[in-house]
Structures are given as C-alpha cells and as structure tokens.
C-alpha cells in the first residue's frame, strides 16, 4: 500500500489502479502539498522526525528546542492522531505531524525549505531479506533527503537492533552524500513506545551531511 503511494504518480503504477483511487491518491497528495506550502510558507528549515509514531519524542523535542520547526510523519494515521493531541496538549506552536510516506514528504516539501536535522527512531526492522525493501532507510532515501538537506544537515538513527544500524551505516558508507559522525551526544528528551518495549535497548548512529557534494 505504502508503494503504491509513494509512487503514486509513476504512469505504470498508475494505468494498474482503478481510476479512483487514483484520483484519490492524486487528491490527498495536492491536499498534503497544499497544507505543507502554507505552514512552511516563512520557514527555511526543519528538523524532521520519519516514522514517529505517537509522538512522544518529537513533541519533548519541540518543548526543549523552541527555536526549531519540527515535523513528524507517520505512514500510520491512527498514531497521528495520537500525536496530534499530545502537541496540542503541550501547546507547541512549533510542532506538527502529517501523515503520510517518507518519500512522499521528500517531494512535496516545498523548495525553499531545507532540512536541518532528521530523526529515525526505532524504524521497523524487517529482518528478512526480502523485506529489506520495506526498511525507511535506502539508498534513494538517503539521497532525496540529502537533496533537501541544510547545510552540515544531521541524521540521527536508533534502534534495538543491530543489522539496522549496519544496514545504513553500509548504505552511508556506499552514498558519497553522507558521512558517520562520532561521539554525537543524543538528547534524551523522551522515551518512545518502541523504546519502552524494548527496555530501552538501543543503538544509536549519527552522519553528517558530506559537504563535499
Ligand atoms: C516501530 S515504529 C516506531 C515508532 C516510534 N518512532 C517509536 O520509537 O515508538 C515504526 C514507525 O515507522 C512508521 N513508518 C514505516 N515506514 C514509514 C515510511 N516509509 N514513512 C513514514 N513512516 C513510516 C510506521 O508506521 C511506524 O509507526
């Protein structure tokens, strides 16, 4: 289903779709363009945080750094919901969420608006090989967001377990877009839901925008 959303415009995709969930899909993308062009309309950057789930990092994030704009998306609407309510609850003017597909939200972030810092945490592991497809991090992933990324742009990734974190450290090493960053202090501002079932297990990554390219 995500596929078929993210490639959503792609005329093969397309011509295999009943029309309307096409138009569907075409409509929720204008709609998402829309929302984002207005809100980011006198924004330069963003820290943004993929696959968010309830919330509970980005909204802590954004109480301690008031300064930043931050974005959560979540392929999961349910959980943005959730997400939602948790920033309306702490009153934060500058947090929202979205839900909607990574890939998605790298092409309809509109032009003017660079990437400062992005947040991956606990990100779905997909073990088996042939569902390494469905992991947020690839090499396309790493590249679309390199093209919206600030300047010495941050990525951050956590996670319980270890082949994600040598699955992207292998695709950074591969991309001549980013580069690992060591001895990065992590802002312990909040404990997420895959956190807490994990006991708080975790690896943790960090890359550098490579100012080279
Ligand atoms: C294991 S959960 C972790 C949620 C949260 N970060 C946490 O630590 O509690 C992974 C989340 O990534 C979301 N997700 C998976 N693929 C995604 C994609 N391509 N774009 C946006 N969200 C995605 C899922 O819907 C799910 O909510």
Not at 43 to 65: M, N, P, Q, R
Not at 106 to 131: E, F, M, Q, S
Not at 171 to 182: F, M, P, T, V
């Amino acid at each position: 289903m995500t596929k078929l959303f993210i490639n959503s415009t792609d005329p093969e995709l397309a011509k295999r779709m009943k029309p309307e969930v096409y138009q569907k899909i075409l409509e929720k993308r204008e709609a998402l363009k829309k929302m984002l062009a207005e809100k980011l309309a006198n924004t330069d950057t963003i820290t943004l945080e993929v696959g968010c789930g309830h919330g509970h990092f980005l909204t802590a994030y954004g109480e301690a750094f008031q300064d930043e704009t931050c974005i959560g998306i979540d392929v999961n609407r349910g959980r943005i919901y959730k997400a939602l309510r948790k920033a309306d609850r702490a009153k934060l003017g500058n947090v929202w969420f979205y839900d909607c597909d990574s890939m998605e939200f790298l092409a309809l972030l509109p032009k003017h608006v660079r990437i400062a810092k992005t947040w991956i945490l606990y990100p779905d592991p997909w073990p088996k090989k042939r569902h390494f497809k469905n992991r947020i991090v690839q090499t396309d992933f790493l590249s679309q967001l390199a093209d919206k990324a600030a300047e010495a742009s941050q990525l951050f990734l956590r996670s319980d377990y270890e082949p994600y974190l040598e699955w992207t450290q292998e695709l950074i090493d591969e991309s001549n877009r980013w580069q690992l960053e060591e001895d990065v202090i992590w802002p312990e501002v909040a404990v997420t839901v895959f956190q807490e079932l994990t006991k708080n297990k975790h690896y943790s990554l960090a890359a550098v925008l490579n100012p080279a390219k």
